[in-house]
């Protein structure tokens, strides 16, 4: 009993530093705005986009606007998905398995992140019809046609018998 209670209270207080670490993070990475705000780990895709698109820098400033804005409701979506990643975690402790409790647990989890991906097609939406340029549009749109392609051609070879079971 004594190892179970020193085995969860080591695994909080590693969930506590890498918190701190996380906040400490994104405290740093609201101080530095401007340009290197867009190209860091935590903007890396934006950061990419706004290069390909070749983004002004008012045009920037108005996207970090409207994420600032979309903030308010991703906020309680990601402490829930949070949440259930530690509820997630403590079900299945030790080798522990309920397929009920965990299925309650997956399907809170799609639940939440269902309505995250709303909440980014929403923001794409609003970036695409609010700021982006028409020049911008077309880039934009070949890009993810490009992506599309790349998903297609992985579906494809997922959709192929695989040769491994063929050699068995």
């Not at 695994?11 to 290197?36: F, I, K, P, R, W």
């Not at 409207?66 to 949070?82: N, S």
């Amino acid at each position: 009993m004594k190892t179970k209670f020193r085995s969860v209270a080591i695994a909080l207080l590693a969930l506590v530093m890498c918190g701190a670490a996380t906040l400490s993070y994104a405290q740093e990475s609201n101080q530095n705005q401007g340009a290197t705000a867009w190209s860091g780990h935590r903007h890396g895709h934006m950061g990419y986009l706004a290069k390909q698109l070749n983004l002004t820098d008012a045009q920037k400033a108005q996207i970090k606007t409207m994420v600032k804005a979309q903030r308010a409701t991703l906020r309680p979506l990601l402490q829930q998905m949070g949440q259930n990643r530690l509820a997630m975690l403590n079900a299945t402790a030790s080798g522990a398995f309920d397929q009920a409790k965990v299925t309650a647990l997956a399907n809170q989890q799609a639940q939440i992140m269902a309505q995250l991906n709303v909440e980014k097609a929403q923001l794409h939406s609003q970036i695409y019809n609010q700021v982006l340029t028409a020049d911008q549009k077309a880039k934009a749109d070949q890009l993810r046609q490009e992506q599309i392609n790349r998903i297609n051609q992985r579906l494809q070879k997922l959709s192929q018998p695989s040769t491994e079971a063929a050699t068995q």
